[in-house]
């Protein structure tokens, strides 16, 4: 399986065989993933000795997320596999965030930076092995998720995942929540692999794969406004 993520700024692939992890490229800088991804992904064959044509399937984050940097994994994931004849697995963004943490008990709330003081969000129950989901993805303030926090931490301790993670700690003041380290806080292309084997009765024909946004993106929300003050 092929993995990806082009979600937010950071940008991944991953190769999984035998519902193993035998390789992946993690970058983390502001640059167009137009201009890496693919690279990265020929960069990843190349160091783990396989081939595009042994693929059997593909996995990609298709949001919440940044409109352009979804459309730019989406599109590369669906003409290999358009090249290969091969399914394709949706994964939400949110929840394979929460796969960053499989392993702990905890309440992993997914957090990606949606601006103006919004979030897209998400809340998951992980354990040693499994992530089960508390909510659906929406679209939240900041105020509405450190609610949301507030009336559901009890004994699991709830850590906060995800682009958006230090913006939200940093806004609490760290009295609800903590956050995930470094290593395991951004979106990666291993834990969409993560996510899509446990969902394997999801799979799509590659025409079918299409981007989740939870708001309408920037142009069309400032055209409507324009058209309601009209």
């Known amino acids: 399986m092929l993995g990806m993520d082009t979600s937010a700024v950071a940008a991944s692939a991953a190769l999984w065989e035998d519902e193993r992890l035998i390789g992946e490229s993690f970058v983390n800088v502001k640059l167009t993933h137009s201009q890496t991804i693919l690279p990265m992904v020929h960069s990843l064959f190349a160091s783990c000795g396989r081939a595009l044509s042994q693929v059997d399937r593909f996995a990609v984050s298709t949001g919440p997320g940044s409109f352009t940097g979804l459309r730019i994994g989406i599109s590369a994931v669906k003409g290999m596999a358009f090249c290969l004849k091969k399914d394709c697995i949706p994964v939400s963004t949110l929840e394979a965030l929460a796969y960053n943490l499989l392993g702990q008990d ?5 957090a990606m930076d949606a601006r103006c003081q919004q979030v897209y969000t998400a809340s998951f129950l992980v354990g040693r092995d499994s992530v ?32 958006g993670a230090g913006l939200c ?10 956050l995930a380290p470094e290593q395991l806080r951004f979106q990666r292309a291993s834990s ?13 024909d ?6 989740q946004y939870l708001r309408l993106p920037q142009a069309q929300r400032e055209l409507l406004k324009k058209q309601k003050k009209a």
């Open 106 to 110: 905890c309440i992993a709330v997914a």
């Open 132 to 163: 089960r989901r508390l909510t659906e993805d929406a679209a939240l303030s900041i105020q509405e998720l450190w609610e949301w926090v507030g009336e559901n931490s009890g004994a699991l301790p709830v850590v906060l995942v995800g682009d």
């Open 169 to 178: 700690y940093n806004s609490w003041k760290g009295e609800k929540a903590l």
């Open 192 to 204: 969409v692999c993560a996510a899509a084997l446990r969902h394997p009765d999801e799979k799509t």
């Open 206 to 211: 590659p025409a079918q794969l299409v981007p």
